[in-house]
């Protein structure tokens, strides 16, 4: 039998800042809904929330946007990090070397800054700090999967005339690679989505074709990965309680997986509560082309 071992970890998505207009309606579903716990203001963003040992992981500001603002990714080796900022500016962008203040709001050793093609502003850091103890999550248990595989992963659309680019700017800059693609043709409209891994999650990030013009909202949703899976029953069972509007109903994923359900926030965008994804394996052989989101369930109730 050949030695399968886990893929290296070289990234992880360190935190996700948002832009929502309401947030108080926003801090009481990261409450109560989600089961995070708030963490300390940072420059830009007064509301912050913990799943783990990190001091954040999830940043929200107030304003009319209803989007993702920021995306954090985490380096752990400085060549890493030199790489990855010779590589985006080799591309054309500019990359800003964050100053000693910011990666002090930040917590990190080293910071820089460059905008994606569809206008998120990444934060490439190294020396996230941690903190001596995750925060209690009594709504969780067990806690959240964030060890050696980050906070989570994001999904986001953008237009089909960046889409390329997008990709060129994820594979070739970041160095992203991809686990597999999705394909599904709805007669009149086309959704194409390509998942990409930076450690042993299935996937950290994906992106997705806006199958009608330009979108209104980039971010489609972000994921959270309980370490059991009655995290995932216990969160369900409180959106129930709550009337907080299911989009997806509980079901598992094709690709990855994934055994879940997706919420609404508050802000629009979704939130998936997930458990059981499949992990990355070196080499990775599992690249292909899947023409369904689900083997079974995730029926909107919307």
């Given at each position: 039998m050949a030695d399968v071992r886990l893929a290296p970890?070289?990234?992880?998505?360190?935190y996700l800042g948002v832009e929502v207009s309401d947030p108080d309606a926003t801090r009481q579903f990261n409450?109560?809904?989600?089961?995070?716990?708030e963490g300390p203001a940072k420059q830009g963003y007064p509301f912050t929330w913990r799943l783990d040992d990190a001091p954040y992981r999830l940043l929200a500001t107030e304003g009319p946007k209803n989007d993702a603002t920021v995306l954090g990714i985490e380096t752990f080796e400085e060549p890493v990090f030199d790489e990855i900022t010779k590589a985006l500016s080799t591309l054309g962008y500019a990359v800003e070397e964050g100053s000693a203040a910011?990666?002090?709001?930040?917590?990190?050793?080293?910071?820089a800054r460059v905008t994606a093609p569809w206008g998120l502003v990444i934060e490439l850091v190294l020396g996230?700090?941690?903190?001596?103890s995750p925060p209690d999550l009594p709504e969780v248990p067990g806690g959240f999967l964030t060890a050696g595989v980050g906070f989570g992963h994001m999904v986001f659309e953008v237009d089909a005339s960046i889409f390329e680019t997008s990709r060129q700017f994820l594979e070739t800059g970041i160095g992203m690679e991809r686990s597999d693609s999705l394909f599904l043709d709805l007669g009149d409209i086309s959704l194409r989505g390509i998942f990409y891994h930076c450690n042993p999650r299935h996937h950290s990030l994906a992106l997705g074709k806006a199958p009608m013009g330009p979108p209104s909202v980039h971010l489609n949703h972000f994921m959270i990965e309980t370490c059991e899976v009655d995290g995932v029953g216990a969160a369900y069972e409180r959106v129930l309680a709550a009337g907080t509007p299911i989009r997806a109903g509980l079901g598992r994923h094709d690709n990855d997986g994934m055994f879940s359900f997706y919420v609404e926030s508050p802000a629009g965008f979704q939130v998936e509560v997930g458990w059981g994804a499949i992990v990355i394996t070196d080499p990775w052989e599992g690249d292909r082309e899947y023409d369904r989101g689900s083997r079974w369930g995730h029926v909107s109730h919307v």
């Open positions: 970890t070289r990234l992880e998505m360190a409450r109560d809904i989600l089961g995070l716990a910011a990666c002090s709001d930040r917590q990190v050793d080293r910071l996230f700090q941690r903190l001596s």
